[in-house]
């Protein structure tokens, strides 16, 4: 059923939304200070790709200062954009019952994108 779920998602958008996060990690990451953010950017388009059987975990030990002070950082230059956006797919796809599926999708998107720094994605 994941693969079902993940082909349809790649072909409504999530090639080109993953592909958006990878150029803006690659932007990110042409800068030094950039590199932590353009790595998180890597990692939600990880999730964007195949977001089927996949599930937002917070790491033991990342909810540090560093990861704090990154969060903020990442929340006021975009982060809270991104989130907004995916909360405005989720609720879009949650009119109808068959995109049901696809608006838990994008909550679990906008959990990631809105504070990334001490999360991990992991397989279920």
């Not at 999530?14 to 790595?39: D, Q």
């Not at 990692?43 to 969060?71: E, H, W």
Request: hydrophobic share 55%.
């Amino acid at each position: 059923m994941n693969f079902i779920g993940n082909l349809i998602w790649l072909i409504f958008g999530g090639f080109f939304a993953a592909l958006g996060y990878i150029f803006g990690g690659i932007l990110l990451c042409c800068t030094i200070i950039g590199i932590p953010f353009g790595f998180q950017c890597f990692k939600i388009a990880g999730l964007v790709l195949m977001p089927f059987g996949k599930k937002v975990v917070t790491r033991p030990g990342g909810d540090g200062c560093i990861s704090l002070f990154c969060n903020i950082i990442w929340l006021l230059s975009g982060g809270l954009y991104t989130a907004f956006i995916h909360l405005v797919f989720a609720i879009l796809l949650a009119i109808t019952i068959i995109g049901l599926p696809f608006a838990k999708q994008h909550l679990k998107l906008m959990e990631l994108s809105l504070m990334p720094f001490g999360k991990d994605v992991v397989y279920v």
